[in-house]
């Protein structure tokens, strides 16, 4: 059964086409500049019973050096079986289209990425026959996205970053990244982008964190139309507002509490009442930034 985060994963491909053009070279992966991407239909099947599908298939054009085909697969695990698909995929595309065709697998995990590189040969030990070499984009060489700035450069690529280092420790702080750029941004484009990271996340505890996070940015920037401006237009009860800013504190309370948990960060009991106790906003958000790379919680409280 395809998973919320496999349909996801390359579901982004077929939003945003133009995406591995722009992913590649962050891995230090050089292919021909595109002047044209075109969708094309993903199954493979020529013998009924035996259904093939690529997860993604484009048509890439370029100015000096022709066209190719990209088949994109998301690789969640090791499986073998793959290894036969692939090779299939890769010769039935040579034969169909007579363009020379590029196989790049995305994964989420560097174990799972690593054996994805591997090159496939296919002959006796004496002699390879068809050989097959994947190309890989991974948290291993897809670097993280941790800066706002630099995220709302790129939404989609941005997206597919967060999604790509799902299992890295580090999510916390590419989320928060990402749910700035996205409340800097605004309007349906980010709303849409906050929906497909929310599926594409998976694990219900960072999909918590996601929505904690948006909640919490969205009615950070004035002029967004959340619910406590729309408070304070309409003339509503000044408690009112107040009880959305406390909900605010304590939703970024737990943030730092999960935070802390996911890394295996020991929270005494003192300090968890201080997290959970403390009122001022600007504090929270200090103590969340720290929760990113301290080692301890101590480290949390410490005037740097």
């Known amino acids: 059964m395809v998973s919320s985060p496999h349909e996801a994963m390359h579901q982004i491909f077929r939003e945003d086409p133009r995406l591995f053009a722009r992913a590649l070279p962050k891995a230090g992966i050089t292919l021909p500049e595109p002047t044209d991407v075109q969708l094309l239909d993903t199954d493979l099947t020529e013998i009924r019973p035996l259904e093939r599908r690529v997860d993604t298939l484009l048509r890439v054009d370029t100015a000096n050096s022709g066209s190719y085909l990209l088949a994109i697969e998301m690789q969640g695990r090791r499986d073998p079986d793959k290894l036969n698909s692939w090779t299939y995929y890769l010769a039935h595309l040579y034969a169909k289209y007579e363009l020379p065709p590029v196989l790049l697998v995305v994964c ?119 619910l406590i401006e729309e408070s304070i237009n309409k003339g509503l009860a000044l408690g009112q507002a107040q009880g959305q800013v406390q909900g605010q504190v304590q939703s970024r309370a737990q943030d730092i509490l999960r935070l802390l948990a996911l890394r295996e960060i020991d929270v005494p009991e003192a300090a968890q009442e201080r997290i959970t106790g403390c009122t001022d906003l600007e504090t929270l958000g200090t103590w969340f930034d720290r929760a990113v790379t301290a080692t301890s919680v101590e480290e949390l409280f410490t005037q740097r």
């Not at 690593?114 to 070499?133: D, K, L, N, Q, Y």
């Not at 700035?149 to 299992?167: I, M, R, W």
């Not at 309007?187 to 594409?200: L, Q, R, S």
């Open 108 to 226: 989420q995990d560097k174990s799972t990425a690593s054996w994805a590189a591997e090159p496939i040969r296919i002959g006796p030990p004496t002699h390879t026959s068809f050989a097959v070499f994947p190309l890989v984009l991974g948290p291993d060489n897809l670097p993280a996205i941790i800066d706002p700035d630099e995220a709302a450069q790129d939404l989609g690529l941005s997206v597919f970053c967060a999604l790509t280092h799902a299992k890295d420790p580090a999510l916390p702080a590419i989320l928060d990244a990402l749910a700035t750029a996205l409340a800097d941004t605004g309007g349906e484009i980010a709303k849409d982008w906050a929906e497909f990271t929310e599926i594409g996340l998976g694990d219900p505890r960072t999909r918590a964190l996601w929505r904690n996070l948006m909640a919490t940015y969205t009615s950070r920037f004035p002029g967004s139309g959340t």
